[in-house]
């Protein structure tokens, strides 16, 4: 579910103040000492940090979710229209409306609604599939995050590039988060993912990704950054529902510096560059997806490099699926708890008591 009256009045807040904050009411992280490890702005930030680095494998599975679940067409598949039918009638929250092109190019566009009479849009995920040769693929893909009184929380935009065979290839995602109508990035995530069939039902993954997070307030005024690795990654079909599950296991180095001092490279690996390093972090479970790119189910357990727990788990059903998760010291002490719905939008409350606003799967403020 969405939580729409805070919604309404934290993106308010934000459209005003900016992405990178401003005078006035923050629903930010805790301030300097409020972290589980006492008296330093960096404490504050880690608690923050560390819910980011449960959501990414979410995240991870999402991009691969687009491949596998019929959001969009299979990679390096012909007859796009044949793999991913075209479904323009409201349906579980949710509408498919596939427009061909060009015997190349072929338009998808997934629309997902708070409502079950498809009248108040919640995200709508627009990829333009571009098939270069039989073995190579381009998507350019925006998806665009609304509250209820249709007013846009967010824009994601990403390109991905795809070379191979079908269920044996490799993707590069390159992307960047904008927040309400700003067109300076918030977030910067790219993602490298290798597919190779293992069975009828099973392929294998690998992965690496890279993520920065600017936060301008001038109480964290830093940018945060992570470098991760999938290993005994597997997506598992079944057949019966038509579910798709993520599993492995993802460890992941942390960076942090000045704002602005992070990059990502232009091609993978996507390790970032600049800033001191701060540690690493290993979550491993895994993350089911329906045909229709809605979370069926969650469950993730880490530890983090200060000895911090992590547990995510979700509970409902699609596409009313809520993802919780809580963040404790070794000794069992709250450091924060967060919620968020498929989209990966939501919540998160630190141990002080302070909020922050979660959009697609990223903490933005």
Known sequence: ???????????AALLIAGCSGGAGTSLGPPAPGGG?????????????????????????????????????????????????????????HHERIVTVISPTETKYENKYFYDSACTELAKDSVAD????????????????F????????????????????PNNFSAVLTSALFIGTSTSPANQYDHQLTVAPQSQYVDTRSANSGFIDNDG??????????SGLLTNG????????????FAGTHTESYVKGSLGSLSLPSSPPFSVQGGTAVGTGTLTGSVAFDSDGNVVSVAVTGTMRNGD??????????????????????????????????????????????QALIIDWRIVD
């Open 36 to 92: 589980n490890s006492g008296g330093t702005q960096s404490s504050a930030s880690d608690a923050q940090a560390e819910a980011q680095a449960a959501l990414d494998p979410v995240q991870n599975a999402e991009d691969s979710a687009d491949f596998s679940s019929g959001v969009t067409a299979q990679p390096l598949s012909a007859g796009p229209v044949a793999q991913t039918a075209s479904d323009p009638t409201c349906k579980n």
């Open 146 to 165: 609304y509250n209820l009184a249709g007013t846009q929380l967010a824009q994601r935009q990403a390109q991905y590039t795809i070379t191979g065979a």
């Open 309 to 354: 727990n992590i547990s995510v788990t979700s509970s409902g059903t699609p596409p009313g699926v809520s993802i919780n998760g809580t963040i404790t010291t070794s000794s069992g002490n709250p450091v924060a708890t967060f919620s968020v719905d498929q989209f990966g939008d939501g919540v998160i409350t630190f141990a002080n008591g302070q």
């Open 217 to 226: 307030r001038p109480a964290i005024n830093m940018s945060f950054g992570g």
């Open 234 to 245: 597997t997506q598992t079909f079944d057949p019966s529902s038509g579910d798709t599950t």
């Open 129 to 144: 599939v571009t098939m270069v040769s039989s073995s190579s693929e381009n998507i350019n893909k925006t998806v665009t």
């Open 1 to 11: 579910m969405r939580f729409r009256n805070l919604y309404g009045l934290a993106i």
